[in-house]
């Protein structure tokens, strides 16, 4: 059977599924490597309702995937954070999709701002990699005092005290504005149909 999957902007009619979004955040960030940050109930709350994150859902209006949009140092860096998903969907090969739209999103939001992330995930670096982002050094990022605020929770936090800001074990990826994102609005992998809806 083929689950029918569609990824869209989070709007108020999805904030019911923030409680099991913010266990899942919570539970991914107590694992070493994938150095995801806790965020609050009230900080997810505000992400959906500034129409800044995004929602994959499945048959029967199951949450596969989400992450949501931050920007920093005056909207000149965007983020796309806390790619989350569901336990029910692992290797479904969402991952990519969603963060296709999440780009989509912030060049819509933040035009002409560079897109960058921090990630020690393998299977991040490589979705990054073909969506056009490069390694970079870490003083090619925001020196925005608030995003790297948000590192506090990860387990590798103390690396990047001590290397003030320098270097931690995560990889700093850019990726430029002016090329085209790689978004085809549909795609299959592993019995899996994606719509992308643009509104």
């Keep these: ?60 209006g199951l949450w596969a995937r989400f992450c949501y949009i931050e920007s920093w140092g005056h909207n000149k860096f965007v983020a796309n954070s806390g790619l989350i998903v569901s336990s029910a969907f692992r290797g479904a090969g969402l991952a990519s999709e969603i963060k296709k739209r999440a780009l989509e999103l912030s060049a819509q939001l933040f035009p002409g701002a560079q897109l960058f992330g921090l990630t020690t995930s393998l299977a991040v670096m490589k979705i990054n990699s073909g969506l ?54 549909e795609a299959q992998a592993s019995g899996i149909k994606v719509n992308i809806n643009h509104t």
């Design 132 to 185: 056009g982002y490069q390694p970079v050094t870490f003083s090619e990022l925001t020196n925005d005092d608030e995003f790297w605020k948000g590192c506090e929770t990860c387990p590798y936090y103390d690396i990047l005290v001590r290397t003030k800001r320098d270097d931690c074990l995560c990889t700093a990826m850019v990726m430029d504005p002016k090329k085209k994102n790689k978004v085809n609005g």
């Design 1 to 60: 059977m083929v689950q029918n999957i569609e990824i869209t902007i989070a709007s108020e009619e999805h904030l019911a599924y923030i409680p099991e979004i913010e266990q899942a955040i919570y539970k991914a960030s107590l694992q070493k490597g994938t150095g995801i940050a806790v965020r609050s109930t009230e900080y997810l709350l505000a992400k959906i309702k500034e129409g800044k994150a995004v929602i994959a859902l499945g048959n029967e």
